[in-house]
């Protein structure tokens, strides 16, 4: 039930006095009134910000269609004939109440979530201004930790070799001077991955682009790994074209990228298995493309993680079954060397995928690894510039 206050105006000047003064909730106008009329009241509350919301019904005898057009076009929201049936005006005015109540609440909601909206707004950017000095300090501390790591590491790696080195080395100090210049080099192989993902994941690896052949690449990796190779009595199989477009990219970094895949490859292959290295050019909606593949008859990936290999410090199979050593079988790592090789591929803008029937270490169904990269990519960053020689990505 609704509890009504009526205040009553004398003709269209009072009602217009009034109606700014008191703000009522409704008004009921009637049409024809000594000097200003009803339809001239209504357009002269509709032009007043004060009062243009006040829902209006008229009251007339006039109940022709022209009269409620009119009535209408000059702003008002329903039209009660005379005589009035009480319980008909009424209802008509509790269904405009209602209404105007509801818009009402509808109007300060949406000004409060507005409000809330430009608050929430200017707290987003607060803390993207953040982020982005926050990545830019992080970027610092990247650099400064990598300096902090590789300044001990390079003393005793240098003073290891000078011992190492050494004529007068006591026989009994040969071995664990060699263990040490070993230790400290699997140590720094460590940081730099370790250095490198986090570059990778603050979008700081800086490539240094040059026309390149992919698989002059490949023939100084296998000779890199010849002995290791060997050791294993692991046969590598190159199927590399006699001729292939050459690619804008940075060589070393995509050396880095190919290594890890390898290892990969090499350190999941039981000894005495065969791995295959294949690259191959095409084109595809008028770009030229790379592909290179590397197939192994190791034990093979479950393709539950197939996807989470690529994924930073993921390492499948219980670390307690690992051992230790880059290109030992199943050798151990800190999981971020699959991770490197994708960041690499993807800021040569090209991708990277495993395929596997599955993990068996007794059938060894084996691996195949993807990488597909464009001939000459251009970062988005530097899309609108004409090729440079170093880009940060």
Known sequence: AWKLRVLIAKNGEDALQRAAQQQPDLLLLDVM????????????????????????????????????????EAGGVD???????QPEVLARVTAQLRIHQLTHALQTANADLEAKVTERTAELAQALEAARILDAKKSDFIDV??????????????YAQILAHRADLAADLVQPIAAIVSAAAQLGGIVEQV???????????????????????????????????????????L????????????????????????????????????ITVSS?????????????????????????EQRLIFEQFYRAGPVAHHSSGK???????????????????????GRIWA??????????????????????YVPPQIAAAAPVETATL
């Open 33 to 72: 009134m000594p000097g200003m009329d009803g339809f001239t009241v209504c357009r002269q509350l509709q032009k007043d910000a004060a009062t243009a919301a006040i829902p209006v019904i008229f009251m007339t005898a006039l109940a022709d269609g022209d009269n409620k057009v009119r009535g209408f």
């Open 79 to 85: 039209y009660i004939t005379k005589p009035f049936h």
């Open 145 to 158: 930790v990598g300096h902090e790591l590789r300044t001990p590491l390079t003393v005793i790696q240098g």
């Open 195 to 237: 250095i490198e993902a986090a570059r990778l994941n603050h979008d700081s690896l800086t490539l240094t682009r040059a026309w390149l052949n992919v698989n002059d690449v490949l023939r100084r990796l296998m000779g890199v790994y010849a002995q290791t190779l060997d050791e294993r009595r692991l046969t590598v199989t």
């Open 239 to 274: 199927n590399l074209p006699a001729t292939l477009p050459e690619m804008w990219g940075d060589a070393m970094a995509l050396y880095q990228a190919l290594e890890h895949v390898l290892r990969n490859a090499i350190k999941y292959t039981p000894d005495g298995g065969v």
């Open 280 to 304: 191959a050019a095409y084109a595809d909606a008028g770009q030229q493309y790379l592909e290179i593949v590397i197939t192994d008859t190791g034990i093979g990936i479950d393709p539950a």
């Open 327 to 349: 290109t030992k079988f199943k050798g151990g790592g800190p999981g971020l060397g699959l991770t490197l090789a994708r960041g690499i591929i993807a800021a040569h803008g």
């Open 355 to 376: 395929e596997s029937p599955g993990c068996d270490e007794v059938a060894c169904p084996g691996s195949q690894f993807f990488i597909i990269l464009p001939v000459q």
